[in-house]
């Protein structure tokens, strides 16, 4: 399976490069420092074999203790990693085998978040959403901000709302009584494996200094390692990310859905597929699953889900003046049929059964057995499905970009870098996107490609419509495209189809 800085980097290289072609530089934030799973792998062998020492006796003395709560399958992996590089680590968990999955890796029990922070200069959350946290903080007498001591630091890993980290800077000043705690904002993306070997991507915000304090726990944690302004900052910038990875995600299940409704060979169809502008990382992660049937939960439709609330409330306006994503927006009440059908603990390239005709929840595996040759006889091809991906990724990946700079604070030159690098990308961002940062205008209409694409996604979805075949994320993209050519004449044949 191609790895996202794989898929990201073949299409068009680096935004850098012609950004400065242009006499424009990206400004701060900046990337820290970058680490590939290789270079990682191959120091840690060499720090194992240049000593007779165990690693974690020889190069604890000169690390800083950490605290550590959450050590499910992100927040274990991240802790293990930081035991096995020298960190003195005190993990808390309220599922007792996971701490004991955690000791047996060298780490220190806890038996309260107060107990892991008492000894720690750092702090790291892996707690699932904003309500652990805040009761992880503040509730009770063995909270963590009864344990930490005095201006020691706090690190939010978790994805929250952007909003969150005011709330908790006002709430570790005032009703806590520890406005010497530093609070540091970093988000993290890249999945368990990347978790463990410590090559995840983090999107770190909050002070300076506190940062450069901080920069030994965070390093070791991250492959890429982001500073992206002002406390926040970070969190917007993994919402941004999250609004492409959600709509990538129920886009792959749309498209395979059509091709197996439609009697086309769905390997014939995806081997098409990731060689066209309609590829996407979540596309090549998530179809293999549905063309084997495999719905071990990789990644639970609930995980996504929460983070569409994450992204759908802030746009409706948790940080002042509402914003409209309708991809967004799309994709979230999509995945609530999700839950409705049941599919809350399952893998979310499971919502592909939400497109297949009743009792037929197996049909993208089966139909890897089509004859390769057979074209439908509704006028759909593998082109077709490609065709409906490429607008959908398109009118997310502007969306996406409008967000970020409705957001403000987040350079957009680096946001691009960012989500070329990670699970976000799709082609289509990679292949229009840089055309339309040097304006920094984003609309569809100020978009060079748009015209050709729309009107692929016009005749796409009207084939969709000739055989009742559900495609929402289709329909909503091809309404912004229909908006844009309000705005564009030479757009004006979009919404019309193939009829």
């Not at 996406?400 to 289509?428: Q, T, V």
């Amino acid at each position: 399976m191609p790895s996202p800085v794989a898929c990201a980097l073949a299409p068009n290289g680096s935004v850098f490069e012609r950004l400065s072609k242009l006499g424009r530089r990206p400004t701060s934030p900046l990337l820290v420092h970058t680490r590939s799973h290789a270079e990682f792998s191959s120091s840690a062998r060499h720090a194992r074999t240049s000593t007779q020492l165990p690693l974690t006796l020889t190069m604890a003395s000169h690390k800083p203790t950490v605290g550590f709560a959450g050590l499910g399958a992100m927040g274990g992996g991240m802790a293990k990693n930081l035991v096995k590089n020298g960190f003195s680590v005190t993990g808390f968990d309220v599922y007792q085998p996971l701490v004991d999955s955690f000791v047996e890796a060298g780490g220190k029990p806890a038996k309260t978040p107060k107990d892991a922070a008492t000894e720690a200069d750092f702090f790291v959350s892996m707690v699932a959403n904003k309500e652990q946290n805040a009761s992880l903080l503040f509730d009770g007498e063995h909270c963590v901000s009864k344990g930490l001591g005095k201006g020691k630091t706090f690190i939010l890993c978790s994805t929250t709302p952007p909003s969150f980290l005011q709330e908790l800077r006002k709430r570790l000043d005032g009703e806590a009584g520890r406005p010497d705690v530093k609070l540091l904002d970093c988000p993290v993306s890249g999945g368990t494996l990347r978790a463990a070997d410590g090559t995840l991507s983090i999107f770190s915000s909050g002070p300076d200094e506190d940062l450069d304090a901080a920069k030994q726990v965070l390093d070791c944690m991250s492959g890429n390692l982001y500073r992206m302004g002002g406390i926040s900052n970070g969190t917007k910038t993994k919402t941004i990310h999250q609004l492409l990875a959600a709509t990538n995600i129920i886009t792959a299940s749309e498209a395979m859905g059509l091709a197996a409704t439609v009697g086309l060979n769905t390997q014939a169809v995806f081997d098409h597929v990731q060689k066209s502008d309609g590829d996407s990382f979540m596309f090549s992660n998530r179809a293999p699953h549905m063309l084997k049937n495999d719905w071990h939960p990789y990644s639970a439709l609930a995980i996504i889900l929460k983070d569409t609330y994450i992204v759908t409330d802030t746009a409706r306006g948790t940080l002042g003046d509402s914003f409209s994503a309708p991809l967004a927006n799309t994709a979230h009440y999509t995945y609530f049929q999700g839950v409705q059908a049941g599919f809350m603990k399952d893998d979310d390239a499971k919502l592909v059964q939400l497109y297949l005709p009743a009792s037929q929840g197996d049909l993208v595996g089966q139909m890897t057995k089509a004859d390769v040759n057979m074209n439908s006889s509704h006028q759909i091809s593998k082109e077709t499905v490609a065709d409906l991906l490429c607008g959908i990724h398109l009118a997310a990946s502007v969306e996406g970009m409008a967000f970020c700079k409705h957001l403000g604070g987040i350079d957009r030159p680096l946001m691009y870098e960012i989500i070329s690098k990670a699970a976000g990308w799709n082609a289509m961002f990679t292949k229009c996107i840089p055309g339309m940062l040097e304006k920094d205008s984003w609309s569809l209409a100020d978009c060079a490609e748009a015209g050709e694409v729309g009107r692929k996604l016009s005749e796409a979805v009207e084939k969709c419509r000739r055989i009742g075949y559900p495609c929402p994320m289709a329909a909503a993209a091809l309404q912004q495209f229909t908006f844009a050519s309000l705005r564009d004449k030479k757009l004006t044949s979009l919404g019309r189809g193939d009829r």
